[in-house]
């Protein structure tokens, strides 16, 4: 069983930073490839950013391109998502996601396992 929790969201100023974190249990944390989604109010779940196994692969959606950074741990089977300037139209629901093939896809369909989202809120 491979369960998968979200933390790190809130209420911040445009302009600011947040961390969000994703701790995964699981002996098989280390091969999975893991991505972060968001869903804003009213519209349908996005791609955000995607890490591969060893971490030595990230890939982002064009919209938050040189703003947020994925990163991983995987001695602590953690997964982070560090956001900075954000924008009001970041605000939504973040969910990490894993995928047992541990290659760096975008598609809500290519992902096996999910949290259960953490609040992101950006004020103007």
């Known amino acids: 069983q491979v369960q998968l929790v979200e933390s790190g969201g809130g209420l911040v100023q445009a302009g600011g930073s947040l961390r969000l974190s994703c701790a995964v249990s699981g002996r098989t944390f280390g091969t999975y490839g893991m991505g972060w989604f968001r869903q804003a109010a009213g519209k349908e779940r996005e791609f955000v950013a995607a890490?591969?196994?060893?971490?030595?692969?990230?890939y982002y959606a064009d919209s938050v391109k040189g703003r947020f950074t994925i990163s991983r741990d995987n001695v602590k089977s953690t997964v982070y998502l560090q956001m900075n300037s954000l924008k009001p139209e970041d605000t939504a629901v973040y969910y990490c996601?894993?995928?047992?093939?541990?290659?760096?896809?975008?598609?809500?369909?290519?992902?096996?396992?999910w949290g259960q989202g953490t609040q992101v809120t950006v004020s103007s």
């Open positions: 996601a894993a995928d047992r093939r541990s290659s760096l896809r975008i598609g809500i369909e290519d992902y096996d396992y």
């Open positions: 890490i591969s196994w060893t971490g030595g692969r990230t």
